[in-house]
């Protein structure tokens, strides 16, 4: 596995494997629905890995497959409609999807642990705060009441909440999106996971909350060298945590580059032309570049590459050859570590 | 134009706070009175000069009472969404209105639609306060100030043809219909935002959300108005497909001669749009200003605040600039803190901050200079601080 | 299959908003929600069995001497007196046996249905009228309405629908299929009001009736333009699902003699049936089994559109 250089301002913990291999790996995943219109192909042979302590952002637009993929790892796909037909999820190695299904309950939660967008809609509404973190103790340490209370108010003061002690028995809705939020964290941090996988987590924020939010994040994930795969199609946020970021389109990975690289110079045309189309903060442009067209229906795929109906640079190749994610390199032919390109033409993308 | 309207409002703005009595002087409202309904229509009918202002708010205010008990509801306090807000806008142009969940910007949306009464304050359309009217010229004003939703999933009625959709605006309107082909009406709406005219008789369910939104600003363009309102109008689209919608609403501006009001929490789209900019923070006005007023030479803390926290995607931009976190969560709108609303979360909040209201107007040290600093900043201790550039 | 070039290269805005959706053919066709909803029920299994026995209940009741041609109030006490079914002489007489009157069993259920089936539908048309009204407008308008409206349908639903039925009915001496359904639809409407109310509020406050308001709709077509087609399909749930309580409601009350009189109606004949249940079970069971088949038939239905109606499912 290509291990990516972390520059930048934030020091991050360094990759320190025991055994050398990612915690998480991917390897070419499919995911179908059955649905009464035909078959959807949600995920169409995606691969990716986390280390411990690093973050892979995953970024896409609704329909790209991304929350799909992270669904499949957790074992949360709602089996049927959903089918896996092909792949492998390896964790340290051995792959889930093989697994026994008590086995993997175990990595579940325990292991990995998983951070939606709507906190209010994830945490159970009849039940206290304190009394869903504590549930975690009780049930997979087997701590009394008492010690669990005392570990939810710990959790709490851990992700920042004010007044922890007075507030722990509050119902979720007491609490506003920013803290339910991070609540939800507290929760996923409770078993002191390997892995989170936090999907759109901030989206639902204002924006001066999902900084506090991200930087939160950011912070524990570095405490306890833990492995991130942040969902989002937010390209401004991805930008501030991610080491390396995975493009996704119609269920396949179309570009990866260590963060810098990607926003640098993007080596597919979908990356460039959502980097083009969102507007600046910082200066006022003109017209916006905008990618024609609407993301592909699920359904029907278009054949080939499946952006080239939306694409400035599409050949009669792309409509015929689907093409692979092709390792990316400088001019002179020095290969750029950690970046790949599934485009027909990614040279002219990247160097023209 | 609308710069050379901001010199003339800079001088009135100090002659107001030198009065002390009226606490924004933007504009001066030229009122209309008209003596009976057909003068008022008329009056709400004529034209407007570009750049000249088209609506004037003044004052508006917007409480939602909280009521106890099932029979016989008593009120225990009061929702403070919009608590006294002024602005102008101007033919022709965008003013953005940004904010954080909550602050009031969506009932102001509502208000201007006349969708929520006022509590109080006025909201002048070409000088007639259209919260007091009625009637044929109450029809008038809906027919010319339009609304374009935020969820394009939920602002077209399910069980209602596209053709019925964008065409619900004649059979409520007749007077405004286009004489002979309604149809043939409708399908040119659709081609001028971008869609298939053969779409006329598919149900929305079968668009995506980007081609929906195209058919609720069809319907929003329908009656030919003046003011179109845009209520987060792309917050809910996949980001390939937002740029498509924010160009086409450009080019229907220059296009119709539109004036907009655009809402959103998205700082960077509406700066993309906005000739002028106003940020909203627990249902007051903290800074109003040109868009290169708040985004390059912000003013009031709360607006710098919002600015530096906004994700920038682009890694090494991001490195150079300041951050501000603010600590805690908005406070309710129930209960707002005395004085200056934003001083729980402010990091120069001083005992003056708890006692005195800050009033909308250009801070004294930036009075009468040059600076694109001096423009209005409801705070007592404005100073400028760029926080977008690296 | 080759994809169709979608966008045509054109201007900016304009070309790169149309793309033809894609899906071929079905898609290009116009589709509302109720012919997806069709789409659904016709894949349906229960959906067809419950209603091939309901287009079977009411042939029974348009035309009854399609399926048996002998007098259901002919009796004849010396040849048939309790005479056990022929289960293998179908569409006899003599097939379900006869009763203690020496009527045959087999036409009194067919001729039974008519009432059954005129009761069911005309109070649930009833109710459905009576209480939309009143959910839609407590609904709608709120406020001090819908909470006098509100406290009326609790009162209400503090009857039984039986009880008050009954009490009804006893001021009636001379009851025919008008006086139970009238009956019924007095007590029976609060359910219907309840989820009219419930879903009159829900759309009230969706985008699409506030844009209407925006565009200076007025009250009449905001309720029926807007609101009224999008409340239909819980209404009609709940409304197919009354109607099977209705059926047993109406063969409850005319077994405790307080129904119909002199009318043939699978509640009186399952009455007279209980003084003879030992020696001739099948005098009751008959009757019984078909209003149990009809109930069930209902609830089914109901259920089947109900799935066919929610989104959550597609």
Known sequence: MTTIEKTGAEPSARVEDADGGPLLEVRDLHVEFHTRDGVAKAVNGVNYSVSAGETLAVLGESGSGKSVTAQAIMGILDMPPGKIPQGEILFRGEDMLTMAPEERRKIRGRRIAMIFQDALSALNPVLSVGYQLGEMFRVHQGLSKKDAKAKAIELMERVRIPAAKERVGDYPHQFSGGMRQRIMIAMALALEPDLIIADEPTTALDVTVQAQVMDLLAELQREYNMGLILITHDLGVVADVADKIAVMYAGRIVETAPVHELYKRPAHPYTKGLLDSIPRLDHKGQELYAIKGLPPNLLKIPTGCAFNPRCPKAQDICTTEVPALAAVAEQDGTELPGRGSACHFWKETIHG | ?390 | MLNPTQAPEAGPVSAAAEAPLPGGSEITKARSLGQDAWRELRSNPIFWVSAVLLVLFLLMAAVPSLFTSTDPGHADLRNHYLGKPEWGHFFQPDWFGYNGQGQSVYARTIYGARASVIIGFCVTLGVTLVGGVIGMFAGYFGGLLDTLLSRLTDIFFGIPLLLGGMVLLQAFTHRTIWTVVLALATFGWMPLARVMRGAVITQKQADFVTAARALGAGTTRILLRHILPNTLAPVIVVATIALGGFVSTEATLSYLGIGLQSTVSWGVDISDAQNVLRDAPHVLLVPASFLSLTVLSFILLGDAVRDAFDPKLR
Not at chain 2, 99 to 128: D, N, R, W
Not at chain 2, 268 to 294: F, N, P, Q
């Open chain 2, 1 to 390: 134009m609308a710069e050379t309207e901001k010199d003339d409002k800079a001088v009135d703005v100090t002659k107001a706070t030198e009065a002390a009595a009226a606490p924004h002087g933007i504009t001066e409202v030229t009122t209309v009175d008209a003596a009976t309904e057909d003068e008022a229509v008329a009056a709400l009918d004529a034209e407007v000069g570009s750049g000249e202002p088209i609506l004037q708010v003044r004052n508006l205010v917007k409480h939602f009472p909280l009521t106890q008990g099932i029979l016989f509801k008593k009120q225990v306090g009061a929702v403070k969404a919009v608590d006294g807000i002024s602005f102008d806008l101007y033919q022709g142009e965008t003013l953005g209105i940004v904010g954080e969940s909550g602050c009031g910007k969506s009932t102001v949306a509502k208000l201007l639609m006349t969708l929520e009464s006022a509590t109080a304050g006025e909201v002048f359309y070409k000088g007639q306060d259209i919260t007091k009217l009625s009637g044929r010229a109450l029809r008038a004003v809906r027919r010319n100030i339009q609304m374009v939703f935020q969820d394009p999933y939920t602002s077209l009625n399910p069980r209602m043809t596209v053709g019925d959709i964008i065409g619900e605006p004649y059979e409520i309107h007749p007077e405004a219909a286009p004489k002979g082909d309604r149809r043939r009406k409708v399908q040119e709406l659709l081609d001028v935002v971008g869609l298939n005219p053969e779409y006329l008789n598919r149900y929305p369910h079968q668009f995506s959300g980007g081609q929906r939104q195209r058919i609720g600003i069809a319907r929003g363009l329908a009656l030919n108005p003046e003011i179109i309102i845009c209520d987060e109008p792309v917050s809910a689209l996949d980001v390939s497909v937002q740029a498509q919608v924010i160009n086409l609403m450009e080019k229907l501006q220059d296009e119709f001669n539109l004036s907009y009001i655009f809402i959103a929490h998205d700082l960077s789209i509406v700066r993309h749009i906005s000739d002028r900019v106003g940020v909203m923070y627990l249902g007051k006005m903290a800074e109003i200003g040109t868009d290169a007023e708040i985004y390059d030479h912000p003013t009031h803390p709360y607006t710098q605040a919002l600015l530096s926290a906004v994700p920038v995607p682009d890694p090494e931009a991001r490195e150079g600039r300041e951050r501000i976190i603010l600590t805690g969560d908005v406070p309710s709108p129930a209960n707002p803190p005395s004085g200056c609303r934003f001083r729980t979360r402010c990091w120069k909040a001083e005992d003056k901050c708890a006692k005195e209201v800050p009033l909308l107007a250009i801070p004294e040290r930036f009075a009468g200079t040059d600076s694109l600093a001096a423009h209005e900043s409801a705070c007592h201790f404005a100073e400028e601080k760029d926080v977008v550039h690296a």
